[in-house]
């Protein structure tokens, strides 16, 4: 592994990124006016915003990168140019490492935004630091930067790259605590819950909406989130294949 090489990569892949402004608003606006739409959604009911609206601002950057991101890896093995790469003195961590970096450098873009506007523009009234709501939100990013990478080596079209978010990405926001209290469901429901790293990332939010310090719950919940992003980012370094067949 070269920091060199992984630093090309990223840098080419911004490059490319900066020529499709589509799909800049998709990483950077859609979450904020979600958001936004939300909370004109329960604008009699604050304190529902509050607690919904806090988890939101992980749910959201996460699904986008997603999306972006397997596509995007996905376009990139079709075309041939993943092929070319890897057989130029570039290893699959300097190519994982680098598109890492790439969206990554988004994903704190986009989580400051939206974070930003959630807070100073609609009022988001919690208890912790605002840069622990902004670090729980570019986890979340980075892990859905992860799993876009890993997904992509086992889709061979744009369309099967989108079809994986039903099977990866839906279950977890049913389970993670957005919709219902973890602890109030099915024991099985709530066992596979324990499991799933958006899980945690819900419960690092409302940790922060109710607490004024850093709990041991928020260091557990932060762990995990970036703990599960390191480990899915290895995975899709071992899958990671030279072309679709």
């Known amino acids: 592994m070269s920091a060199t090489r992984t630093l090309a ?11 499709d ?5 998709l990483l950077l606006l859609v979450p904020v006016l979600l958001t936004v739409l939300l909370y004109y959604v329960y604008a009699d009911d604050r304190e529902l915003f509050d607690r919904i609206g806090a988890s939101l601002l992980g749910v959201f950057p996460m699904i986008t990168m997603f999306l972006v991101t397997s596509i995007a890896t996905l376009r990139e093995r079709t075309s041939g140019t993943l092929e070319r790469l890897l057989s130029m003195p570039l290893g699959k961590a300097d190519l994982i490492l680098g598109y890492a970096l790439a969206f990554g ?3 704190v873009a986009q989580a400051a935004l939206a974070t930003g506007v959630t807070i100073w523009f609609l009022d988001l009234d919690f208890a912790g630091s605002p840069w622990l709501l902004l670090l729980i939100a570019l986890l979340d990013a980075l892990l859905g930067t992860a799993l876009g990478l890993f997904v992509s080596a086992f889709a061979a079209t744009e369309f099967q790259a989108v079809q994986f978010m039903p099977a990866l990405i839906l279950p977890q926001l049913l389970l993670c605590g957005l919709l219902t209290p973890r602890d109030t469901m099915q024991p099985v429901l709530e066992a596979v819950s324990n499991v799933l790293p958006l899980s945690y990332a819900v419960d690092g939010m409302n940790e922060v909406l109710r607490n004024s310090g850093v709990t041991g719950d928020l260091v557990r919940d932060i762990a995990i989130v970036a703990g599960s992003a390191l480990l899915v980012l290895l995975l899709g370094a071992a899958t990671l294949r030279r072309r679709t067949p």
């Open 9 to 19: 990569t990223a840098r080419r892949v911004l490059r490319q990124l900066a020529h």
């Open 21 to 25: 402004p589509r799909t800049i608003a």
């Open 105 to 107: 450098l988004l994903a």
